[in-house]
């Protein structure tokens, strides 16, 4: 069973930035991950991959403004957000292959 712990989430003004983490219970050396969101009435969408070997893709919502990184040797995603807007406002899910963890609120105030 993997779990996926992720932190950071809280209430910022718009152009403020936040950090995001995500820590896995297991070893995540090989593997794709990601951090997705789902804001109040939409549908969970995809905001950055990083893959194994660092190559990332970004939503173009986001492109410029946030980065995603990893540390394999803490198991650790990183989402750094900045420039945020209101539209940001959603749950952010961290996303390990068939796995979420249970998110963390981004509130971005106008």
């Known amino acids: 069973q993997v779990q996926l712990v992720e932190s950071g989430g809280g209430l910022v003004q718009a152009g403020g930035s936040l950090r995001l983490s995500c820590a896995a219970s297991?070893?995540?050396?090989?593997?794709?991950m990601g951090w997705y969101r789902q804001a109040p009435g939409k549908q969970r969408e995809l905001v950055a991959l990083?893959?194994?070997?660092?190559?990332?893709n970004y939503a173009d919502s986001v492109k410029g403004r946030f980065t995603i990184s990893r540390d394999n040797a803490k198991n650790t995603v990183y989402l750094q957000m900045n420039s945020l807007k209101p539209e940001d406002t959603a749950v952010y899910y961290c996303?390990?292959?068939?796995?979420w963890g249970k998110g963390t609120q981004v509130t971005v105030s106008s």
């Open positions: 996303n390990f292959p068939s796995y």
């Open positions: 297991v070893n995540i050396f090989s593997y794709v």
């Open positions: 990083i893959t194994s070997v660092g190559s990332t």
